[in-house]
């Protein structure tokens, strides 16, 4: 399943830590994040709820960007 | 001389940012909320700062009197760090977080260290604190500017790719109701009043209006519809009120489908952008290391092997210069930002890129394959002349539109299009259609016959052969040879001037493919200045043509397939960038194409070359430029040439111009 967010995130270097960082995260299947259309498009693995893996995507972007934003 | 420069620096720091805050702070949409909190950051600490400058250190000396010895040094320590906290804060912050989660290298520790350890040193020599903060001081504006100016120009170029519609309005009891479009159902009536984006694809029923496409197709003539005609979303009704029955969902609209595309474009990296993120990763660690070597080594070969002074402030001063000059800010900034540039002003030319990569496969390109049909010719067949006619050419038209008016044959059609008038079926009698060869039939009385030439032999009617090539209808009047009518697939008229234009910025080598006649083919290539032509090809025989011409190429040129029909899929998705023709064409096509062009004008393809090229070369600008300024700095900074402040200038600077330098690829319309 794939789905787009809406992020804020204001340095390009930033949303490729944010990439690798939702890519490593368990439950993501592919992730990517465009920085000039602000927006992050996750492919979740089969079976898995995007709410909750959502949750530790945000945890483990915030790790690399205290100051990022994900809308979901 | 230098205090004097910061001083002013200082001064104008501080009048700009209030300037800032008053005029573009206040203004809706003018500064995010994070940027108007950085700015009244920034003007708070220059302006302490600028007021400690007129404090010199013997005032605070003087405080030594009245509380406790060095108490002065102290208290004057402390009015800097309290600057230094008010613009650093979140830099000292995000760094220690970057070390807790196990990300040492980053911009905000290097910043952190460098102007930590300034500060020690001026501690250290009760001298210059104000190096560190206004090196914080510079970087938090660079930072600043990067996010203003990068944000905005991120949503300028959002703005000229937007064509999705807010909203559909519906007539419900003769009043109009703003509705989602994409709650509208198929089938049903849209109204659209002039100004207004067409939201969904359909059918106008009612009205006529000019529609503006130029969001589509980059085309600035309007085009005029009327009840009857289809209409796509995205155009912009200009004059008149239109009612339109929807024939499809929002969501598999024109507008969505192309909104789609464009949104994921740049999600697909190009190969430069891939090389600035791994570079980064490299080439921070690197400096750091580099730095830590710098502010060791020296010191211990001139204590150990020179017998001099280990001089280790100098060499610690020179390692965090080091630091500064490390954030490989502009680069990271500023290539993904010129391709973004270059699709969207593509995009305002009718050309649509779905990813930076094909844009840098496209700048490459040296082998430019072409379909035929639909693609260099218009796909619709027309009489393209008439011959030995010994009646007038409207005449002879009349007569064989007549005699095939029975007929629903593409051949047959293109007789009535050229006839221009609704035929008048009770002129025409006894007809009868001899199947493969044509029709005979009565017109007003007199015996028509039409068809090929097996009919004419049929009809024992001497008839001339044609040299054109074509579809040739011989008519015969009354027994008797009336002339022939070539019918063929008419050539764009851009079609010539596009092969010209390409060859002239650099392609190398254009090819035809198709599966009509030799001759016909043949014709049309020689007709264009094209320089291969492969007919009589089966789709299946395209996709061989295309491998061969794959295999010969050399490893480095780019063979583009710019194609058409449903039957185009596979080559496009095998050749290096496939180009579909017209974003109205086959969905498939669409679909396997790496690149779109709006309307059908294969002028477009040498345009979209352009300007791939042009977006290219300003990112080896930016790469080289912001390079070379990096590594003259951290050349410069080793040997104690450049200090701190130039290091950061020269951070801001290039990532500055460099933004500057990728906004430029917006501007494509003259290319």
Redesign the interface.
């Known amino acids: 399943m794939k789905k787009t967010y809406k992020i804020e995130v204001d340095c390009a270097n930033c949303a490729n830590l944010m990439e690798e960082a939702t890519r490593k995260t368990a439950g993501v299947a592919s992730a990517t994040v465009n920085f000039m259309t602000q927006k992050m498009i996750v492919e979740f693995e089969d079976g898995q709820d995007p709410k909750s893996v959502m949750k530790d995507v945000l945890k483990a972007c915030k790790k690399v960007e205290p100051d990022c934003e994900i809308e979901f | 001389m230098q205090d004097i420069i910061i001083d002013i620096l200082l001064a104008i720091v501080v009048l700009t940012a209030a300037g800032l805050l008053l005029f573009i702070g206040r203004r809706e949409g003018g500064m995010t909320k994070?940027q108007r909190k950085m700015m009244v950051r920034i003007f708070i600490s220059a302006a302490i700062l600028l007021a400690l400058q007129f404090a010199p250190a013997k005032l605070f000396d003087q405080l030594d009197r009245y509380l406790f010895p060095t108490a002065g040094r102290w208290i004057r320590f402390a009015c800097y760090l309290i600057d230094y906290f008010i613009i650093g804060y979140d830099i000292l912050?995000?760094a220690l977080?970057g070390i807790r989660?196990g990300?040492v290298f980053d911009?905000n520790f290097l910043m952190a260290v460098a102007t930590i350890g300034a500060m020690a040193l001026a501690i250290y020599e009760n001298g210059e604190y104000l190096e560190a903060i206004a090196v914080m001081l510079f970087y938090q504006i660079g930072?600043w500017f990067?996010?203003y100016a990068?944000?905005k120009s991120?949503r300028n170029?959002?703005n000229l790719m937007d064509i999705r519609p807010d909203y559909a309005n519906i007539e419900r009891d003769g009043k109009l109701e703003q509705v989602d479009p994409d709650e509208v159902e198929t089938g049903s009536v849209i109204v659209v009043q002039p100004g207004e984006k067409v939201p969904i694809d359909g059918v106008i029923i009612e009205g006529s209006s000019s529609l503006n496409t130029s969001a589509l197709t980059g085309e600035s003539l309007p085009r005029e519809a009327k009840a009857g005609d289809e209409v796509i979303s995205g155009c912009i009704s200009m004059t008149g009120v239109l009612k339109i029955q929807t024939t499809k969902e929002f969501g598999e609209s024109t507008v969505s489908k192309i909104l789609d595309l464009v949104?994921?474009a740049?999600?697909r990296k190009s190969r430069s952008e891939d090389f600035i993120?791994k570079f980064?990763k490299v080439y921070t660690p690197a400096v750091c290391c580099s730095a830590l070597a710098l502010a060791i080594l020296p010191p211990l070969v001139r204590m150990l092997f020179m017998g001099l002074s280990a001089n280790w402030s100098v060499w610690i001063y020179r390692a965090l210069t080091f630091l500064v000059i490390s954030c490989?800010?502009a680069l990271?900034?500023s290539i993904?930002?010129s391709f973004?540039a270059g699709i969207g002003g593509a995009s305002q030319q009718g050309v649509l890129v779905k990813g930076s990569n094909f844009l840098e496969l496209l700048s490459k390109t040296k082998v430019v394959v072409f379909d035929k049909t639909g693609t260099l010719t218009q796909g619709v067949f027309e009489v393209d002349g008439i011959h030995h006619n010994e009646m007038e050419d409207a005449k002879l038209i009349e007569y064989a539109a007549l005699a095939e008016s029975a007929s629903s044959h593409p051949i047959s059609k293109s007789l009535q299009r050229a006839y221009g008038k609704e035929p008048d079926r009770s002129r025409v009698s006894d007809i009868q259609e001899i199947s493969g060869n044509g029709v005979i039939a009565k017109v007003d009385g007199v015996e028509v016959a039409a068809g090929n030439d097996k009919l004419m032999k049929h009809l024992g009617v001497s008839y001339i052969e044609c040299h054109s090539a074509g579809t040739i209808i011989h008519v015969a009047v009354d027994g008797a040879y009336a002339g022939h009518i070539v019918i063929s697939d008419i050539v764009k008229p851009h079609s010539k001037d596009a092969i010209a234009s390409l060859r002239s910025s650099g392609i190398e080598k254009t090819v035809m493919l198709t599966g009509d006649a030799k001759k016909v083919a043949d014709q049309v290539a020689v007709s264009l200045g094209i320089d291969e032509v492969y007919s009589e090809l089966l789709p299946a025989d395209k996709v061989e043509k295309v491998e061969e011409l794959l295999r010969v190429k050399s490893e480095k040129a780019k063979l583009a397939f710019v194609g058409d029909g449903i039957n185009d899929a596979p080559v496009l998705s095998r050749a290096d960038i496939g180009i579909a023709m017209g974003a109205m064409g086959s969905d498939a096509a669409i679909e396997a194409a790496d690149i779109v062009l709006m309307d059908d004008d294969p002028l477009k393809i040498s345009k979209a070359i352009r300007i791939s090229r042009k977006c290219l070369r300003i990112v080896y600008q930016n790469i080289v430029f912001a390079l070379a300024v990096k590594f003259a700095c951290l050349a410069l900074g080793a040997i104690g040439i450049a200090n701190m402040y130039l290091a950061i200038f020269a951070d801001v600077g290039v990532m500055v111009l460099a933004v500057l330098n990728a906004i430029r690829c917006l501007f494509v319309k003259k290319l």
């Open positions: 994070k912050r995000k977080q989660n990300r911009e930072e990067q996010s990068v944000g991120r170029i959002s949104e994921n740049s999600s993120s980064a490989p800010c990271v900034i993904p930002l973004f």
